[in-house]
């Protein structure tokens, strides 16, 4: 089923890349880059002046207010231990991003550059200089080896045990330099991409608040992103709002974006108490993932006098799949023919039109 956006009528509207390489002492080359992808090179050149889809004069101000389900406790969300709040990982920044058009790219964010070896056994992240958290001290390469070995010691089981498996070492060459060292296991294709995706802590706020990663807190920790803490009601919602003094408003990959003033979530019980929150206006940004919603329940007094728009908003991505797969290590189901037959079987005309109101396309 595909989602669907539902949007209040007062909202605010929110070539090939150019490579470097040189010579390494034993002779292979190195590459320099503003991004990494997965095959060939980055659709973005290094001198891109701002994402394709973006609007660059995007007006900025207001606020949007969106649902949350279940409350939280804790703005630790690297530990499976308490319920953190989504927005806890927005104010803190990874090395570097995907994009919305080429998710199978990464550009950098924190760094200004990446250099590797066409074996990709190691990568250099050069980190921008003007790089800072928002307290105004400057994010290091010290504050990446140091949330490497964190991560590595006390993240998600999974997370460690890709680090372990993956990172043979980290070396600070000097504060804007911080070089990985891969194992011979670890996957080439997609390694640096991997350890591009890692959020940065600061070090000295980690220290001086005595923080445990593998437990809940209430202090949200310190980050260099464009949103900061501005107040909660513990559990039930929260406020973020957008930092004046952001390190990276002016960077082309920011260009366009981070329009709102304030990011409001408000925290429900279940999905239906959610959906009547938004007719009464609690908040005014609301993704449909019920068809049945979507098609019988927009019929309140704001829908109906316009003060909330219905809108399906394209925007080029892959949609999601609901599917049966087969077990073919089940012998029934080896038969190529077989599985044909049960899928020729499913009436998907009949199950559209009576269960998800003709809205799913064959």
């Known amino acids: 089923m595909r989602h669907l956006a539902l949007i209040a009528a007062f909202l605010l509207g929110a070539a090939p890349a150019a490579l470097s390489q040189e010579a390494s002492a034993n002779g292979e080359k190195i590459i320099k880059s503003h991004g990494i992808t997965y095959f060939g090179e980055p659709q973005l050149p290094a001198d891109f002046k701002h994402l394709p889809y973006v609007n660059p004069d995007a007006p900025k101000g207001g606020e949007l207010s969106q649902y949350g389900i279940g409350g939280y406790d804790s703005f630790n969300p690297y530990t499976f231990r308490g319920r953190a709040t989504a927005p806890s990982v927005m104010a803190i920044e990874d090395l570097m991003i995907s994009v919305a058009d080429d998710p199978l790219a990464s550009y950098c964010l924190l760094c200004e550059t990446i250099e590797y070896p066409e074996s990709r056994d190691w990568v250099i992240f050069n980190l921008r200089p003007e790089a800072k958290f928002s307290d105004g001290t400057p994010l290091t390469a010290e504050d990446v080896k140091f949330t490497h070995d964190l991560l590595r010691e006390k993240a998600f089981s999974s997370y460690r045990t890709m680090l372990q498996e993956y990172v043979e ?3 600070v060459l000097d504060p804007h330099r911080v070089r990985f060292s891969f194992t011979p296991e670890a996957p080439r294709r997609d390694v640096i991409s991997q350890m591009g995706g890692m959020s940065v802590f600061s070090k000295k706020d980690f220290e001086e608040n005595e923080y445990d990663l593998t437990q809940p807190t209430k202090k949200p920790f310190l980050g260099s992103g464009p949103y900061v803490l501005e107040r909660q009601d513990f559990g039930r919602s929260i406020t973020l709002r957008r930092n004046p003094d952001y390190w990276g408003k002016d960077l082309p990959i920011n260009i366009g974006r981070h329009n709102f003033d304030r990011l409001r979530f408000e925290y429900f019980d279940d999905y239906d108490a959610a959906f009547e929150a938004f007719k009464a206006g609690v908040y005014t940004f609301r993704v449909e993932q019920s068809d049945q919603h979507w098609a019988t329940r927009y019929n309140f007094p704001a ?44 009436n998907f005309e009949w199950s559209n039109s009576s269960l998800f109101y003709d809205l799913n396309s064959g």
């Not at 219905?310 to 077990?327: E, H, M, Q, R, T």
């Open 169 to 171: 070492k980290v070396e």
């Open 303 to 346: 829908f109906n006098n316009g003060d909330v728009v219905k809108a399906a908003l394209p925007n080029g991505s892959i949609a999601d799949a609901d599917a049966w797969v087969f077990n073919l290590r089940r012998e029934k189901f080896q038969d190529p023919r077989v599985r044909e037959a049960i899928g020729l079987m499913f």
